[in-house]
């Protein structure tokens, strides 16, 4: 079982900047796919960016975000970022880190792919 723990959400203003952190601990293999979602109120998961280990550190970025956020990782620290640029009001949501060894094409993935899951953080955008 993979524990993941995530931090460094918060208010910022529009054009401002954030990186939210998932740090894994526990049984830790080194082929995954990690994935960041998010969950606005009153609005559904959507996968925000993934990236996968079994394809040579392939990425997916959802349309909106693409050209301001970026998802690095740290093997050595067994944590994958969420870099997030040129922030937005309509970027606010809750964002949540998920991790799993399941394959599929990266833009397919749903929440129900993920098998470990972070506590989830708050970032909000003020225009």
């Known amino acids: 079982q993979v524990q993941l723990v995530e931090s460094g959400g918060g208010l910022v203003q529009a054009g401002g900047s954030l990186r939210l952190s998932c740090a894994a601990s526990g049984s830790i293999v080194s082929m995954y796919v990690g994935g960041w979602f998010r969950q606005a109120p009153g609005k559904e998961s959507e996968l925000v960016t993934a990236?996968?280990?079994?394809?040579?550190?392939?990425?997916y970025y959802t349309d909106s975000v693409k050209g301001r956020f970026t998802i690095p990782r740290d093997n050595a620290k067994s944590t994958v970022y969420l870099q997030m640029n040129s922030l937005r009001p309509e970027d606010t949501a809750v964002y949540y880190c998920a991790l799993t060894r399941r394959l599929r094409s990266l833009r397919d993935y749903v929440p129900a792919d993920f098998g470990s899951w972070g506590q989830g953080t708050q970032v909000t955008v003020s225009s």
């Open positions: 990236i996968s280990s079994w394809s040579g550190d392939a990425t």
